[in-house]
């Protein structure tokens, strides 16, 4: 299987990369970006560039048989430039998906999309209020939801489209706003935690067996997955913990717009099999982190 990557140098995007080469497909990455070598295993082929490069992403696609869109730029503070170019970005490489006759995209969406749901599971049959959320900056949710619809199109298009709502991803090497509450705390503190926030957080090792899951295979086509844990997390108690080892305050912040996102995985489940082989796997991450700490003889 011929695949493309765009994103491909990012965070998610490399792994990925390195794993569908592993798995023997030919691999190209797209991305504005030049990849760290030592992260990239030979066999996949880099294009330098954006996908709001018409050319470039025209040339990009040839002979490809699965798009994993992952590129994404987040400017908060140039709303147009973010919105100019995630979505007609993505119009773009849907122009060019449409015109090289690729047969499957798979969009990496956002549980963003759904706002802020406190502590219920939101489904995908859930209304969307991005609007509502501010992760990710102002028009994040918004743009991935449009982004969702302009893909979703393509189906018109005899071009078989899945869209994955990932949630929260964490890995020893990227442990995110936890790993600035652990640096926090290293300083002497206070530990900073959104008071509300959290949700069903997912190992990187999960997502990238979903994205796998998911390539070529007729039974995702048209479907819109949620992509999370099953454990739900509350940032506030990971942030206690973070704060207790190292003896040091925690302060709780409000912001409605980063309160808690839940989402359920039923029907992941229930159409592909989903089992997720990390499922509490955060807090280990955080006391493995813990563990690592250099202690001063008072400790």
Same mark, same amino acid.
């Given at each position: 299987?011929?695949?493309? @990557?765009?994103?491909?140098?990012?965070?998610?995007?490399?792994?990925?990369?390195?794993? $569908?080469?592993? &798995?023997?497909?030919?691999?190209? @990455?797209?991305?504005?970006?030049?990849?760290?070598?030592?992260?990239?295993?030979?066999?996949?082929?880099?294009?330098?560039?954006?996908?709001?490069?018409?050319?470039?992403?025209?040339?990009?696609?040839?002979?490809?048989?699965?798009?994993?869109?992952?590129?994404?730029?987040?400017?908060?503070?140039?709303?147009?430039?973010?919105?100019? #170019?995630?979505?007609?970005?993505?119009?773009?490489? $849907?122009?060019?998906?449409?015109?090289?006759? @690729?047969?499957?995209?798979?969009?990496? *969406?956002?549980?963003?999309?759904?706002?802020?749901?406190?502590?219920?599971?939101?489904? =995908?049959?859930?209304?969307?209020?991005?609007?509502?959320?501010?992760?990710?900056?102002?028009?994040?949710?918004?743009?991935?939801?449009?982004? =969702?619809?302009?893909? $979703?199109?393509?189906?018109?298009?005899?071009?078989? @489209?899945?869209?994955?709502?990932?949630?929260?991803?964490? *890995?020893?090497? &990227?442990?995110?706003?936890?790993?600035?509450?652990?640096?926090?705390?290293?300083?002497?503190?206070?530990? +900073?935690?959104? *008071?509300?926030?959290?949700? #069903?957080?997912?190992?990187?090792?999960?997502?990238?067996?979903?994205?796998?899951?998911?390539?070529?295979?007729?039974?995702?086509?048209?479907?819109?997955?949620?992509?999370?844990?099953?454990?739900?997390?509350?940032?506030?108690?990971?942030?206690?913990?973070?704060? *207790?080892?190292?003896?040091?305050?925690?302060?709780?912040?409000?912001?409605?717009? #980063?309160?808690?996102?839940?989402?359920?995985?039923?029907?992941?489940?229930?159409?592909?099999?989903?089992?997720?082989?990390?499922?509490?796997? +955060?807090?280990?991450?955080? &006391?493995?982190? $813990?563990?690592?700490?250099?202690?001063?003889?008072?400790?």
């Amino acid at each position: 299987m011929k695949t493309l @990557v765009t994103g491909g140098a990012g965070y998610i995007g490399r792994h990925l990369a390195n794993a $569908l080469v592993r &798995q023997k497909h030919a691999v190209i @990455v797209l991305d504005r970006y030049t990849p760290d070598p030592a992260l990239v295993l030979p066999g996949c082929t880099f294009v330098q560039g954006s996908v709001s490069e018409t050319s470039i992403v025209h040339r990009a696609v040839q002979s490809v048989d699965v798009v994993f869109h992952l590129a994404w730029s987040s400017h908060p503070q140039d709303l147009r430039r973010e919105v100019r #170019e995630n979505l007609l970005g993505t119009l773009a490489l $849907l122009e060019a998906i449409r015109a090289a006759e @690729v047969k499957h995209l798979i969009f990496a *969406s956002s549980a963003v999309v759904y706002g802020p749901t406190g502590t219920r599971r939101a489904s =995908e049959r859930n209304a969307c209020f991005p609007e509502r959320s501010t992760i990710g900056g102002p028009v994040y949710g918004i743009t991935k939801l449009a982004s =969702e619809k302009c893909c $979703l199109a393509c189906e018109r298009d005899s071009v078989a @489209v899945t869209v994955l709502r990932i949630h929260g991803v964490f *890995s020893p090497g &990227q442990l995110g706003k936890f790993g600035h509450m652990l640096r926090s705390a290293r300083r002497g503190g206070p530990v +900073l935690a959104l *008071s509300e926030a959290g949700g #069903e957080y997912v190992h990187l090792d999960d997502v990238l067996a979903v994205l796998q899951l998911v390539a070529g295979n007729p039974a995702a086509f048209g479907h819109v997955f949620n992509v999370a844990g099953l454990h739900t997390y509350r940032d506030s108690e990971l942030a206690q913990e973070i704060g *207790s080892a190292f003896g040091c305050a925690v302060e709780m912040v409000e912001n409605p717009g #980063e309160a808690m996102v839940s989402v359920s995985v039923q029907k992941l489940q229930r159409v592909l099999g989903y089992v997720p082989r990390r499922e509490a796997f +955060l807090e280990q991450l955080i &006391q493995e982190r $813990l563990a690592a700490v250099p202690r001063s003889p008072d400790d």
